[in-house]
Structures are given as C-alpha cells and as structure tokens.
C-alpha cells in the first residue's frame, strides 16, 4: 500500500490512517473466506455425489462468491469491533506499521493483482464460453468468487516468492561467505 498512500517517517504524521487499516483488514478478510469456502467446497465435492470435476468447479464458485462476501462482511465487523473509540494515534500507529512492513506491503499486492487477475479472467471466460456458470451464481456472483479464488492465489503466490526469497537471501549470504 506504500504507492497507494503516502508514507510518513512518523507515525503521527500518517495522514489516511483510517483507509490504510481498513482496507488492509478488507483485503485480509477477502482472502481469508475464501480459502474457508476452498476448504468447504472441496470438502462437500468429497462428501456428497457426484465427484467430477465440473462439479467441483460449479461448488467452488458458489462457495468462493459466498466465502469472499462473508469474510469481507466479518472483517468489516471485526475492524470496527477492534478500533471503536480509538484515538487517532492508534489507528495512526497501526497503518504506519503496515506501511513499514515490506512483506506485508507486497502481500497487499500479490492479493490484490490475484483478484483483479481472477476477476478480469473470468469474466473474459465466461463470455467466450470457456467455463459455465452455474445459474446460482449469475454475472455479479461470478465476479465475486473470481475475486475471491484470486485472492487466495494471490496469497499462495506471495507466500510462495517469500520462501523463495528466503532461501535467495541464504544462498547469497553462504556466497559471499565463502568469498
């Protein structure tokens, strides 16, 4: 979020603390009930006749669009729960360190590309015939659990490229050692 908004050297200067911190939350709960409704989905697919892949897919976006929607709602919630009748500087405090954690401020991209990526795609799916949607989804729903299975992609990539960044740094690190 740091070339969202501007990022302050102190925290009592952060001038959208609000927006920061909300929307971080946001993108957190997105994410989240959608790998819930992954786990869901998957789950009735093994449970419940018939076990094919189609169907599974037709579940998986039911539950994604569900999943997204109710964890958007939740942490929306949980947000205003947490931070009600806080000081400004608190709220100041928090999106300050969010914006100075590098690998939280790439996690907000990598989740936010995911869902774009995963909305734009499906839609451009949808229209050529490439996948059906189930009549209980429908366009708006369809976008929303594009959105959502995006998000989780997102994050696997994120954490994916983290580990990876990890071992990167070992290498490097074992590298000039040994020069």
């Avoid at 169907?55 to 964890?71: E, K, N, Q």
């Avoid at 050529?128 to 594009?146: F, K, N, Q, T």
Wanted: hydrophobic residues 45%; glycine residues 12%; without cysteine.
């Amino acid at each position: 979020m740091n070339d969202l908004f501007p990022h302050t050297s102190h925290a009592e200067d952060q001038p959208y603390a609000r927006t920061i911190l909300t929307l971080h939350v946001l993108r957190s709960g997105l994410a989240m009930g959608s790998f819930i409704s992954l786990a869901s989905a998957s789950a009735i697919t093994l449970i419940r006749p018939p076990r094919s892949l189609p169907t599974y897919f037709s579940r998986l976006l039911i539950h994604s669009r569900y999943g997204a929607i109710a964890g958007l709602s939740v942490s929306a919630v949980m947000v205003v729960g947490r931070m009600w009748g806080r000081e400004k500087i608190e709220w100041q405090d928090r999106s300050w360190r969010l914006q100075e954690s590098r690998s939280q401020s790439r996690a907000d991209w990598w989740v936010l590309g995911g869902s774009v990526l995963g909305a734009m795609g499906a839609v451009a799916a949808a229209r050529r015939g490439v996948i059906m949607v189930p009549a209980r989804v429908g366009r708006g729903g369809l976008l929303w659990s594009a959105a959502g299975l995006g998000s989780v992609v997102g994050t696997l990539g994120h954490v994916a490229t983290g580990g990876m960044r990890a071992r990167l740094k070992v290498v490097v690190n074992e590298e000039k050692e040994l020069i």
